[in-house]
């Protein structure tokens, strides 16, 4: 039934911008249906295109932070005016810029890293990890691990009137933090803004950070589908099908709908993060965790 695959995309698309686990979520939604005796919804109906479910949140967000990031991209760009260039203003700007870069792929590689090793490890001793992930205790594990993230906001984020600024040392952590998020119902999103408040990083560079690690992500996510497609199109009739059914009428008027409402709710969720309130996310995950052990 198409009408799995629309709510696959409301779920995927809005709770994004939210700090409660958009893969939970849809895998919880997975749970539910198998109660209705639909079994292996998701996977029949995102196998092979599941990644590009990211491509609407990912312009979502070049519009969201546009305002904040134009100016900076303006300003580096208009170094190419020699007289610009030599100025020691401009300097200082630049090395910035080039250390947030170097920052972000150094999050980037740090989480890329720790998923290979776990790979690896999992190889190297056969270990069933889907029957492992699939189970409701991961999921229930995650989702405790998110709310007490976002609790935690609430009682140990420091309020220091001079915020910290980003360092090697932190960025390793908060690249390792962002791969160990990649387990069920961990949100990687909450995980890292929480860490990075732990550190004592201002609540808007937190979450401008956190986006910033997630969106190569979201990216190689992409690719990876675009090149599954035009590598396994001869073999593979499931990717053919999976875009016909990606690309029809009822999947574009959701796919905007679902992306309208996920701007609104960025910018609701960017209003309680320079309020300092996004931990009251936590009593939200407490309804996801409670319908998970119902239905368990």
């Known amino acids: 039934m198409l009408i799995f695959f629309l709510v696959i995309i409301i779920i995927q698309i809005v709770t994004e911008s939210l700090p409660i686990s958009s893969s939970g979520h849809i895998l919880l939604f997975d749970k539910i249906c198998k109660i209705f005796g639909y079994n292996q919804v998701v996977s029949t109906w995102t196998d092979g295109i599941f990644g590009v479910l990211n491509f609407p949140f990912l312009i979502i967000l070049i519009v969201f932070f546009l305002p904040v990031w134009w100016p900076l991209v303006s300003r580096l760009l208009q170094g190419v005016h020699k007289k610009i260039r030599t100025r020691d203003s401009y300097k200082r700007f630049f090395c910035l810029i080039v250390r947030l870069v170097m920052y972000v792929i150094l999050a980037l590689g740090i989480t890329v890293g720790l998923l290979g090793l776990c790979g690896i490890f999992i190889s190297l001793f056969s270990l069933p990890l ?17 709310m007490c993230f976002l609790f935690s906001l609430r009682f140990f984020a420091t309020s220091s009137k001079v915020p910290e600024t980003l360092s090697v040392k932190k960025v390793i952590l908060l690249g390792l933090i962002q791969g160990i998020a990649i387990l069920p119902g961990i949100s990687r999103l909450a995980s890292t803004y929480c860490v990075a408040r732990w550190l004592g990083i201002s609540p808007r560079r937190s979450w401008e950070f956190s986006f910033l690690m997630l969106f ?57 993060v320079l309020e300092r309130k996004v931990w009251l996310f936590g009593f939200y995950m407490i309804i996801p965790l409670t319908i998970l052990l119902l239905i368990a």
């Open 130 to 146: 889907d029957t492992y992930l699939a189970g409701t205790i991961v999921y229930a594990f995650g989702f405790i691990i998110t």
């Open 216 to 272: 190569p992500l979201m990216v190689a996510a992409i690719m990876h589908d675009v090149l599954a497609f035009y590598t396994g199109y001869a073999q593979l009739a499931k990717y053919k099908q999976g875009l016909d059914i990606f690309f029809s009428i009822p999947v574009i008027l959701t796919i905007l709908c679902a992306s309208g409402v996920s701007f609104f709710v960025l910018r609701f969720t960017n209003k309680l």
